[in-house]
T-cell receptor, first 117, second 111 residues
Framework: DAGITQSPRHKVTETGTPVTLRCHQT?????MYWYRQDPGHGLRLIHY???????DKGEVSDGYSVSRSKTEDFLLTLESATSSQTSVYFC????????????????FGPGTRLTVL | GQQVMQIPQYQHVQEGEDFTTYCNSS?????IQWYKQRPGGHPVFLIQ?????EVKKQKRLTFQFGEAKKNSSLHITATQTTDVGTYFC???????????FGKGTLLTVNP
């Protein structure tokens, strides 16, 4: 695998509590992504980062915030978790999106299963 | 909004039968990628297609990119139980810095 870890791997929390998920990479890749995966919806992009302190929203960003203070870490925060945020969260990295001369495949972490009661 | 649509959503086959999943984009793509996710696992990159009409093979898997670069297919010949999983297509829509994924096709194989 591409040196991506996610923590925690499993979490159960209650509605209204804040939750932070961490993605850590050892590859020094510039681009990092957070997805959520739900049955019938596939993978949906929440937020992504194209460098330290540079982030942008994906298609399902409401209720989520992100931070990237170091190249290797990309944090996803649910400020006040809701039951609709129960999901499996995947972090991904890529080395060179936008460069047509090289592959820009994404490498995924193992995922975090979050349950909000 | 711009989308990547994938059919079928589910496919159950007997071992040895062929399998095909289809992907359609609402817009022309610079490239299309395919991923496989085993049950309980994470998506793993399979291949990227870039050229119009491109065909690539990986053993029993054949990938095609349409002439208009808006559709693609993945065909598996003589499925095996190891092929079980969800197959996703994905393409950069609106930006080369992020991928839009199809909802995936879940393949189950009866031994």
């Amino acid at each position: 695998d591409a040196g991506i870890t996610q923590s925690p791997r499993h979490k159960v929390t209650e509605t209204g509590t804040p939750v932070t998920l961490r993605c850590h990479q050892t590859e020094n890749h510039r681009y990092m992504y957070w997805y959520r995966q739900d049955p019938g919806h596939g993978l949906r992009l929440i937020h992504y980062s194209y460098g330290v302190k540079d982030t942008d929203k994906g298609e399902v960003s409401d209720g989520y915030s992100v931070s990237r203070s170091k190249t290797e870490d990309f944090l996803l925060t649910l400020e006040s978790a809701t039951s609709s945020q129960t999901s499996v969260y995947f972090c991904a990295i890529t080395s060179s999106p936008g460069d047509r001369s090289s592959y820009n495949e994404q490498f995924f972490g193992p995922g975090t299963r979050l349950t909000v009661l | 909004g711009q989308q990547v649509m994938q059919i079928p959503q589910y496919q159950h086959v007997q071992e040895g039968e062929d399998f095909t999943t289809y992907c359609n984009s609402s817009t022309t793509l610079s490239n299309i990628q395919w991923y496989k996710q085993r049950p309980g696992g994470h998506p793993v990159f399979l291949i990227q297609l870039v050229k119009s009409g491109e065909v690539k093979k990986q053993k029993r898997l054949t990938f095609q990119f349409g002439e208009a670069k808006k559709n693609s297919s993945l065909h598996i010949t003589a499925t095996q139980t190891t092929d079980v999983g969800t197959y996703f297509c994905a393409g950069p829509i609106g930006s080369n810095y992020k991928l839009t994924f199809g909802k995936g096709t879940l393949l189950t194989v009866n031994p």
